[in-house]
């Protein structure tokens, strides 16, 4: 059991063998031998074991979920060497809210009346995660089998081993109206352009997002990362979450091969939310909230207006320049290389 202070009541994510297990802390042995838990159940058939009780022995990691009204613990984890930057966990309310999400998946396998209801869904939305099954060898893989699409709020898995990717489809993934992200895109974009004849269009490549802010920076093979890596290092989920044993190229598809692409797609939204808003662009947030406080922070607005007229904007020039990490000549050179080529 690894060293984490544990109290009665929390609610933890129990990692064992060959399971990953959500429960309520209702007993700790004083010698930290065993542990008992209530309302157990399981985070991927949702199936609830009531009370259990689990020794130290079975237990291979502890993670405290957090909860909104409680201060988010660090995983107990050792850092990697690949210098990730550490975030916050999920909420206990997310955390819920996305294995909910993960059991109520839409799947698609023809044409029909769900199928049209769902497409007209997605094309109102302007975000959406992808993922796909089998396609880890690019255009040189066996056969591709599913490719999943998620929202902020639903999981829609379609079956292009049959129904293979429709013009409709085609549009979701080619159409630069929509904004995507996804893991590894050069595989996807890949097998899409050459085994389907789809040109991927703009993305936001968590993977990529990842490597930029390591300290292995550079598209090297070796710093490469997987999805499930990015999920357990950023959202500090187990790594037993995930189940790399299913076979996706098995007809019928049972009901955990659908639940573990709908687990690919789901956190694929929350992590570039977390490499946007909460690491890349923090330099950025602080500085617009030191300009937005740069007036109010001053208890007499009339001061406040008398330096505005009669020393000019200070409030303005005190505010040190955001570093944001962009090198604005290089982008520009890139354009003017794109414009040249196009041209």
Not at 71 to 97: F, I
Not at 258 to 287: G, T, W
Not at 315 to 338: F, T, Y
Request: proline share 3%.
């Amino acid at each position: 059991m690894n060293k984490i202070d544990l109290e009665i009541g929390q609610t933890i994510l129990l990692e064992l063998e060959d399971e990953c297990l959500l429960g309520k802390v209702s007993h700790v042995a004083s010698d930290r031998s065993f542990i008992r838990l209530s309302d157990v159940r399981d985070t991927s058939t949702k199936k609830n074991y009531g009370v259990q009780t689990y020794y130290n022995s079975e237990i291979r990691n502890i993670q405290v979920a957090a909860t909104d009204n409680r201060p988010k613990q660090k995983s107990s984890s050792p850092p990697t060497d690949s210098g990730v930057v550490k975030s916050k966990q999920l909420t206990l309310d997310n955390l819920n809210s996305t294995l909910e999400q993960i059991n109520n998946y839409v799947f698609i396998h023809q044409t029909d009346a769900k199928y049209h209801d769902t497409i007209r869904f997605l094309k109102k939305q302007h975000l959406f995660g992808i993922a796909m099954e089998c396609i880890e060898h690019g255009r040189h893989s066996k056969a591709s089998s599913l490719l999943s699409i998620a929202t902020l709020d639903s999981i829609f898995i379609f079956d292009i081993k049959w129904i293979k990717i429709t013009d409709d489809l085609r549009d979701l993934l080619g159409n630069d109206r929509y904004r995507r992200v996804l893991c590894n895109g050069r595989m996807v974009g890949d097998i899409l352009l050459h085994r389907f004849g789809v040109p991927l269009g703009k993305c936001f490549d968590v993977m990529v997002a990842h490597i930029a802010i390591s300290k292995n920076a550079g598209l090297a093979v070796e710093n490469m990362v997987s999805l499930q890596q990015c999920v357990q290092n950023y959202l500090n989920l187990p790594d037993k979450f995930f189940d790399t044993s299913i076979d996706f190229n098995v007809r019928p598809l049972n009901d955990a091969a659908k639940r573990e692409a709908a687990k690919h797609a789901v956190f694929l939204l929350p992590l570039q939310d977390l490499f946007v808003h909460e690491i890349m662009l923090e330099p950025f947030y602080k500085s617009c909230i030191s300009y937005s406080q740069s007036l109010s922070c001053n208890p007499d607005y009339i001061n406040s207006l008398a330096d505005l007229r009669n020393k000019g904007p200070e409030a303005v020039d005190a505010i040190q320049p955001a570093k944001l990490g962009i090198n604005v000549e290089l982008i520009n050179a890139d354009r003017s290389v794109s414009q040249q080529t196009a041209d």
